[in-house]
Every structure is written in C-alpha cells, then in structure tokens.
C-alpha cells in the first residue's frame, strides 16, 4: 500500500467522523474534532513527509547500492581481467620459458652428442693408431728378435768354431809340447851320455899324463862329433 492511499483512506474517516456528530454537540466536539484532525492531517502530513523522505533515501540507497555494486562489479571484472590477463602472460612467460628451457636443452643436448661423436671418433683414432703402433712395434720386436736370434746363433757358431780351432791348436801345442819334451829330454840325455863319455877320456887323458912323464908316448885320442838329432833338438829348445 503506497502513501498515497493511506492519506486518503485517513481523509475519509475524519469527514465521516465529522458528519456523525450532532448538531447540538458542535460547539465543542466540533472544535476538539477539528483540533484532533488537524493534528491528523498533521501527523498525516508529517508521516507522508516522512515516507517520502525514506522512500527517497531507500531510493537513493537502492541507486547508490546499485552504483556502488555497478562500480563493485565493474571492479571485480576489471580485476578479474587484470588477472586473467596477467594469468595469461604468466602462462604465456611460462611457455616462452619453457620452449626457451626445452630450445636450450635441445642445443646442449646437440652440443653433447656433437662432442661426444668428436670424442669416440677421436677415441677411434687413437686405438686406430695406437693398434697400429703396437703392431709396428710387434712386427720391429719380431724382426730384432729374429735378428738377435741370427746374431746370437752367428756368435754362437763363431764361438763353437773359436772354440774348436783352440781345442785343436792347444792339443796341436800339446803335442808339439810333449814333442819337443821329449826331443829335449832325448837331447839331455845324449849330452848327458856325452858328458859321462868326455869326463870318462878326460879322466883317461889324465891317467895317460904322467905316463907321458915318464917316457910314453900318449895315445892319440879321437874327437867325437855330437850327434845331429841332439843338435836339433837343442837347437828347437834354444827357439823356442
């Protein structure tokens, strides 16, 4: 029910509580029922004042609440935008970083393959070379083994024949030492024989001396050449 009806619902009563009144009570009656409709119409009044005031400010209150939610919401969204915004430039930051992470990866990763490649290559390489110097160095040990090997057994030869050409020349000294000891021991004893013989005539030239003295004439003793083989065998021993 608005205030509008009310006032004349009000307006109503009081002029059908002043048609009840009798003629003979106006005086006063009439006066307090003025008064009091007065006072009604006042209060009326002030009351539809009242309401509209407060149907103003609910007014007021409903359009500034409405701003206020208009500004609220619009707020909200533009917050809501901000965010959302924001989400997708952090979801945006957070790809780049990603596809940058996953470039950069990609890149070492090929850097690493790359490296590794040069390295097992290069780790080919030198068990390539490595192999072949070991075999350089098997095949030159082979050859200088094969070498030493022939050396050795030239040496060993050459020692065998030194060896037996001193084996035959010591038993050919040999002999001829015990040769020539015997030559020597043959020649001392015929000196020696021929010592004893010249000490036997010297002996009997002496006994013949004093013969002679006396009278006699000596015998004529016969010189004694020595014998030829112990004039060589002394002559062997002298060289020697």
């Known amino acids: 029910m608005s205030w509008d009806s009310c006032d004349l619902s009000a307006t109503t009563t009081i002029e059908k509580m002043s048609t009840e009144v009798p003629e003979e009570t106006e005086t006063e009656e009439a006066r307090l029922v003025q008064l009091e409709m007065r006072q009604l119409k006042e209060t009326v009044n002030a009351l539809r004042d009242e309401l509209e005031r407060a149907q103003v400010e609910k007014e007021q209150g409903i359009t500034t609440a409405r701003s206020e939610s208009v500004d609220e919401i619009k707020q909200l969204k533009d917050t809501a ?35 590794a490649q040069a390295l097992r290559d290069e780790m080919d390489i030198v068990r390539a070379d490595k192999e072949d110097s070991v075999q350089k160095a098997v095949s030159t040990s082979a050859d200088e083994i094969r070498q030493l090997k022939a050396t050795s057994q030239a040496l060993r030869d050459e020692l065998d024949g030194i060896k037996f050409t001193y084996e035959d020349k010591l038993q050919e000294l040999e002999r001829s030492a015990r040769d020539e000891t015997g030559q020597l021991q043959q020649t001392i004893a015929n000196m020696r024989d021929e010592l004893e013989e010249r000490s036997a005539r010297i002996t009997e030239l002496e006994k013949l001396v004093p013969q002679q003295k006396n009278g006699a004439r000596p015998r004529k003793v016969a010189r004694m050449k020595p014998t030829p083989p112990a004039e060589g065998a002394a002559q062997e021993a002298s060289d020697g």
């Open 81 to 115: 935008q901000a965010l959302r915004d924001e989400l997708e430039n952090m979801r945006h930051a957070g790809e780049q970083r990603v596809q940058e992470a996953v470039s950069t990866n990609a890149d070492e990763i090929k850097q690493l393959k790359e490296t």
